[in-house]
């Protein structure tokens, strides 16, 4: 059976250890070691039918979440549900909802010993979704060469064919994990163009996790952030962006302004002062700000991530 309805996915509380391995005690007893924490009680809902970017610093937890929806692997503990809206179900070693999810890894998931060709007619083979037209054209963009292996291929290009296999699959879910890497700016903005274009197309859910937010930010409809293992926020792109604001001018009018918000930053040229601050203003405030002479800008989500992100962030 061919899925085309998008997948929605939903994580309650979970938590993913990672074991180091087992040690045997004097007394005989087996004990587990710990090597780290991935997630740590994270709880969040994708809705199907939006691109979402999946940001965090490094080490949050991002390819430790996209790697239970695409069952790559299994929590401790909390549950995963993947599938499309009100069907939702385990993604663990269930193939209806694994036939219908796409992760595309940095790594590229390619058999290093064939012919990129010969991966691409394994994933055409797999996947009743994939569009050949869309792959051919994608490497002819991309100006890679099929009959290479992965090999031969630099970097770059390498992420190309993950970008190319993830888009022509077509999945409901499709999972892009830090899939720009290598590429240059062209390709990059090529490879967002052609989601877009694509997305449009033919409607899926689509996950990208990215470093470069200033990059992506305009593709996203929802915005999840995850700070060491937890979901700091899971909401449309929009309201992340009124979350915050900047206020620019003399630094006693823009304090007046502020009036006692949080500071998410702050900097200062000269006389002149700059406050990025959680919140919004009323329309009294706003004419405050107007009289006494002190702009009020938009704070993009790369700067709202950062602030968010920052441990060291400063209190006005
Ligand atoms: N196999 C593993 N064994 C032990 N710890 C692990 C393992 N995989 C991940 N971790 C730990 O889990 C945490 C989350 O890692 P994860 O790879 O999910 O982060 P990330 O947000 O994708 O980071 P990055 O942006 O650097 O790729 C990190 O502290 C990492 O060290």
């Not at 993947?82 to 058999?111: A, C, F, H, K």
């Not at 994990?177 to 997305?199: C, I, K, N, Q, S």
Request: net charge negative.
């Amino acid at each position: 059976m061919t899925i085309t309805a998008p997948f929605g996915a939903r994580l309650d509380d979970v938590v993913v250890r990672f074991d180091r391995g087992r040690r045997l005690l004097p007394d005989g007893t087996l004990v587990k070691d710990e090597a780290g924490t991935g997630l740590d009680g994270a709880t969040l809902t994708i809705r199907p039918g939006t691109i979402t970017g999946v940001l965090g610093r490094n080490g949050a937890g991002k390819t430790t979440m996209l790697s239970l929806l695409a069952a790559f692997s299994r929590p401790t503990s909390g549950t995963v549900v993947v599938g499309p809206e009100g069907e939702q179900e385990d993604p663990w070693e269930n193939p209806w909802i694994t036939s219908g999810t796409q992760l595309v890894r940095e790594s590229g998931d390619l058999l290093n010993d064939e012919k990129v060709a010969t991966s691409l007619k394994y994933y055409a083979d797999m996947r009743s979704s994939w569009s050949a037209e869309t792959a051919e054209r994608l490497l002819d963009l991309f100006e890679v060469d099929a009959r290479k292996k992965p090999t031969a291929l630099s970097r770059g290009k390498r992420s190309a064919v993950g970008a190319t296999i993830g888009l022509a699959t077509r999945a409901p879910l499709t999972i892009f994990d830090e899939v720009y890497l290598g590429m240059d700016a062209p390709t990059r903005y090529a490879f967002y163009d052609e989601l877009l274009a694509d997305y449009a197309e033919h409607p899926r859910t689509i996950l990208l996790s990215s470093h470069l937010v200033e990059e992506v930010e305009r593709l996203f409809e929802d915005v999840v952030v995850i700070d060491r293992g937890r979901v700091l926020l899971a909401e449309p792109a929009d309201e992340m962006r009124s979350r915050g604001f900047s206020l620019t001018g003399t630094k006693d009018a823009v304090e007046r302004v502020a009036g006692g918000r949080r500071a998410l930053h702050r900097q200062q040229l000269g006389a002149t002062v700059q406050v990025t601050l959680e919140g919004a203003l009323d329309d009294a405030e706003l004419a405050e700000a107007r009289e006494a002479g002190v702009e009020v800008g938009a704070v993009p989500v790369q700067d709202l991530f950062v602030r968010l992100t920052d441990p060291r962030s400063v209190s006005s």
